[in-house]
């Protein structure tokens, strides 16, 4: 075909989804949903429709699926939406939105095994979803979530076996927003998806720091932060040794003041910027 020809039968081409910072800002549950796709293995959430897609009203978002597929239809009809299969466009809640859309057309007992690129064209996530609706967050100990163990061959038996073993032992703090322990080897982690935009909460911390009140407790120091999906997780070491749930008043209590560093109006000392430097030097983004 000539070129001439090609142009004749050019038809508008989609627009790239452009980039977004914070991908799923304006959902209710948004914090948990960056912790489910960055910081804990497994869990799951119940994600309720604006308006019903064929028969299915809601869907069941997961920290990561078999074969690390991005959907599945369950053959009871069930929606599930990996949220750890990885965005392929700029925009993690076009990406997701697309996956839930297939699985919402695939056959039952089927998964979504591949998809074409989003677009600017995609409907995002805040457009399919009742926005308002609670995240019912469950922290699971492994991937039995996946299908039922009777519905499983030896093999498949074997396989999820193995998924668990490598599930970090992880527990959601209640009473405190989006807070979690983990145990990875012998040490053990509070990790906190903040819900502000990153760099107000990263000049909060230095604040913190610079007062010498970024400990979760005496001993029990900060670590450093990551920046996923435009928030900020701050990390803390803690006693492997205490209950997972003994931290949660420890974590108000960092709320407190974390809350109060925020509304600070004044631009950072000279402390608060050398703080501020230290801890964007131990900072990593997560994908």
């Not at 949903?33 to 009203?57: D, F, N, Q, W, Y």
């Not at 869907?59 to 392929?88: H, I, K, N, Y």
């Not at 040490?187 to 760099?199: G, S």
């Amino acid at each position: 075909m000539g070129k001439a020809s090609r142009r004749k039968g050019d038809t508008k081409k989609s627009r790239p989804a452009p980039f977004v910072r914070r991908p799923f800002e304006g959902i209710e549950g948004e914090t948990d949903l960056v912790a489910m796709r960055e910081i804990v293995p497994a869990a799951t959430a119940t994600l309720r429709l604006r308006e019903p897609a064929g028969e299915v009203s809601t869907a069941t978002v997961c920290t990561v699926l078999p074969m690390a597929w991005p959907g599945l239809r369950r053959a009871d009809g069930e929606v599930l939406v990996g949220l750890q299969s990885g965005s392929a466009s700029s925009d993690a809640s076009r990406d997701l939105a697309q996956v839930l859309l297939a699985a919402t057309t695939t056959e039952p007992g089927n998964p979504v095994v591949a998809l074409p690129l989003a677009t600017a064209e995609t409907p995002r996530l805040q457009d399919l979803l009742d926005t308002t609706a609670p995240l019912d967050l469950q922290v699971h100990e492994g991937f039995d979530f996946w299908v039922a163990q009777e519905d499983l061959d030896e093999e498949g038996k074997a396989s999820l076996d193995r998924a668990n073993e490598s599930a970090i032992p992880t527990v959601k703090l209640d009473g405190v927003t989006s807070a979690y322990w983990c145990l990875i080897g012998e040490r053990a982690y509070v990790r906190q998806v903040l819900p502000d935009d990153e760099d107000a909460a990263t000049d909060a911390l230095a604040r913190l720091h610079a007062r010498g009140e970024s400990a979760l407790t005496e001993g029990h120091r900060l670590l450093g932060a990551f920046r996923a999906c435009g928030l900020l997780i701050p990390v803390w070491e803690v006693d492997p040794e205490a209950e997972p749930s003994s931290w949660a008043d420890a974590v108000q209590d960092m709320q407190r003041r974390y809350a109060g560093a925020l509304a600070a109006a004044e631009p950072l000392t000279t402390d608060e910027r050398r703080a501020r430097s230290g801890l964007l030097s131990r900072q990593i983004t997560l994908r």
